[in-house]
């Protein structure tokens, strides 16, 4: 490997700006599609219909993640509590939970400046030096999903996102810096940031700075830390961004509600995660939505294999690695069985984990009892079980009574993208002791404690990983959506939302095909 350049220290003293807060929302139905044929193409044939206004799709239950400027709530509606999203598209590699990620640093980078060995100082990372060790993680990741990379080769010959200026706020990994590298090769210029205070891989933020993208992040962000970065990425001097990626809607709620001129300039949103769908079918509904928006999150490539198999996969090595339990015989209650909690019972039942499921949809429960998984209340449980996670992307699903009822040493985690699953904030007046990295015993005045991960946040991304290969078929969907906004002609989508076709879905799924060396009847 060539040897790079040693970064060197610039300027000191960066003003801090406004912050806005955030609000997250239950999952809402999928909207139907009138016409499934899909073209990047810029004819008027193939476009996405969107039906908002013929039916309400939105669900009861406002999830507020922070406290300032909440948006309106939702109507009532139940059927997809159960559905999550599991922050998916990108992820921790395997080694990404190791020390190379340190939050522990008290200094808080957006306050220095430093410049990458082009001279460049248009990001925020916590340590330039790590940028070799990233560069590799990202080839690491690159392997492991050669459908995207194929994708890259495909799109870039003809590059058709020359002119599009995204602005991303998702998980910063490995597994994206693959997408934001391939966007690049389409022909777009970039700024990105971080979706999730808890999942930035260090080492990976440090290696695309040094590459010149204009990433702001750094694993153990404070809540005004976080805010920040999104403003750099979707408000800066000399770029407006004219396309947004976004993972769990904080970016398109602070711009909509503070840049809100920039915000009508955008050719479009993508949105990922069930949080930020919800956020968008709030905003149609109330006629405040001014630009499309493409929800991948209910495209079947996305909720299938993103939200259930990857979700198998993640759940045993998040908990197993955040503290070394073994599942065989435990009583594990699973709140949700939408995709996210059918891969994490069926993963569970499959190391001999006694499964017990929650649910408010009666459809999901059916599913769950024909599975074979006994259909309860929390309340029924809550006494005896070992291990209680939660995908439901509602709010307090986990309250303070259920968990003043648990017994001690019980583990508690999230699944989901909202943080609120879980009510962490009435623990405040109880006593903490930090274990490890997102381990935290919560310790009641009877000396009863509670083990809990990840702060309720999304504990497969903070406490370990997620398979590459399962992010290069969601980021694959992510780049077709953003080409068909970037390239459809004007009027083509109207200020809704709308979802991805079939014939999409079986294109992104052939690309993964190779892989498997799967061949299809003709």
Wanted: with cysteine; aromatic share 6%.
């Amino acid at each position: 490997d060539t040897e790079r350049p040693k970064a060197r220290l610039c300027v000191v003293g960066v003003s801090t700006s406004t912050r806005m807060a955030s609000p997250s929302a239950k999952r809402s139905s999928p909207l139907a599609i009138k016409k499934p044929p899909f073209s990047s193409q810029s004819s008027s044939n193939g476009a996405i219909t969107s039906p908002a206004a013929a039916q309400d799709p939105t669900p009861s239950g406002h999830v507020s993640s922070f406290k300032s400027e909440p948006l309106s709530r939702f109507g009532s509606r139940k059927r997809v509590a159960s559905m999550s999203s599991c922050g998916l598209s990108e992820s921790f590699s395997s080694t990404s939970g190791s020390s190379y990620s340190s939050s522990s640093d008290d200094e808080s980078p957006k306050d220095t400046v430093v410049c990458n060995s082009k001279g460049n100082s248009d990001f925020r990372v916590r340590n330039l030096t790590l940028a070799d060790y990233g560069r590799k993680e990202i080839e690491i990741a690159e392997q492991e999903m050669g459908a995207l990379v194929a994708l890259r080769r495909r799109a870039q010959d003809d590059r058709r996102l020359v002119g599009a200026r995204i602005a991303g706020c998702t998980h910063i990994t490995a597994q994206a810096a693959v997408l934001i590298e391939t966007l690049v090769a389409c022909g777009a210029e970039v700024r990105w940031c971080a979706c999730n205070i808890h999942s930035t891989q260090n080492e990976v933020a440090a290696a695309l700075a040094e590459s010149g993208y204009p990433v702001f992040a750094w694993r153990g962000e404070s809540e005004e830390d976080f805010w920040w970065c999104i403003e750099q990425c979707v408000h800066s001097e000399n770029w407006q961004p004219n396309l947004l990626l976004d993972d769990g809607g904080d970016a398109t709620h602070l711009m909509h509600k503070k840049y809100e001129a920039s915000f009508k300039m955008l050719r479009g949103v993508v949105e990922e995660s069930v949080t930020g769908v919800h956020r968008l079918y709030q905003l149609a509904k109330s006629g405040k939505l001014s630009v499309p928006a493409i929800n991948v999150n209910d495209s079947v490539v996305k909720a299938k294999f993103d939200n259930h198999y990857c979700c198998r996969e993640s759940i045993l090595d998040s908990i197993k690695r955040a503290t070394d339990t073994m599942f065989g015989g435990k009583h594990v209650c699973v709140c949700g069985y939408g995709e996210v909690g059918k891969g994490c019972a069926s993963a569970l039942k499959g190391l001999g984990a006694v499964v017990t499921v929650t649910e408010i949809d009666p459809i999901c429960a059916l599913q769950a009892s024909f599975d074979g998984f006994r259909v309860v209340r929390l309340e029924e449980i809550v006494k005896s079980i070992d291990i209680l996670i939660t995908c439901t992307g509602n709010k307090k699903v986990v309250s303070r009574e259920h968990m003043n009822n648990l017994k001690t040493g019980c583990i508690v985690c999230n699944m989901g993208h909202s943080n609120t699953e879980i009510d962490v904030e009435s623990l405040r007046d109880l006593r903490w002791v930090h274990l490890r990295s997102q381990v935290d015993h919560i310790i009641w005045p009877d000396g009863k404690r509670m083990v809990l991960l990840a702060e309720g946040r999304l504990v497969n991304l903070c406490c370990s990983s997620v398979p590459s290969f399962v992010v290069s078929i969601a980021a694959s969907t992510q780049i077709l959506a953003l080409i068909e906004l970037f390239r459809a002609p004007t009027g083509r989508y109207k200020h809704d939302v709308y979802l991805l076709p079939k014939k999409m879905d079986e294109y992104v799924a052939s690309l993964h095909l190779g892989t498997f060396d799967a061949h299809l009847t003709e």
